[in-house]
């Protein structure tokens, strides 16, 4: 998850809630996914519709192109992600294990990496960057 949107910054009142622009670090991942390799697939998501559910197995990594979507962890509303977040870099790095929900809340359209580009990127600082569902209380 990359692009959060939620109270204004001034207001921190909101414990759980963070709020962040897109790191230079996926803007560079964004590239990669998309003129790095192998033309990845392009998915179109309809409102409601799931991109991946905590728990289940999954090593797919996405980059959200349009929509927004909300991430959920233990049934609870986390944070909502936009276009330039690159997503499920938790499970590709780490075991397979989904650790969040992602929902659209909005159309959308996603890139998934090729096989390609995921063997030639480094996910762990994105995974260090993205650790957010374990700081909510």
């Keep these: 998850c990359d692009r959060i949107v939620g ?7 909101h414990p759980g809630t963070e709020v962040a622009g897109e790191s230079v670090l996926e803007r560079r991942l964004s590239g990669l996914i998309m003129h790095g390799g192998n033309k990845p697939a392009i998915r179109k998501i309809s409102v409601g519709e799931t991109l991946m559910t905590q728990g289940e197995a999954g090593t797919q990594v996405y980059l959200i192109l349009d929509g927004m979507f909300v991430v959920e962890v233990d049934g609870r509303g986390v944070a909502e992600i936009g276009p330039g977040a690159v997503v499920g870099e938790r499970a590709a790095s780490a075991g397979g294990v989904r650790t969040a929900t992602l929902r659209a809340t909005t159309r959308g359209r996603v890139a998934e990496a090729s096989q390609d580009v995921l063997d030639a990127l480094d996910l762990d600082p994105l995974v260090a960057l993205h650790k957010r569902e374990e700081a909510v209380v």
Excluded: C, F, Q, S
């Excluded at 109270?7 to 009142?13: E, G, V």
């Design 7 to 13: 109270p204004d910054p001034a207001d921190l009142d």
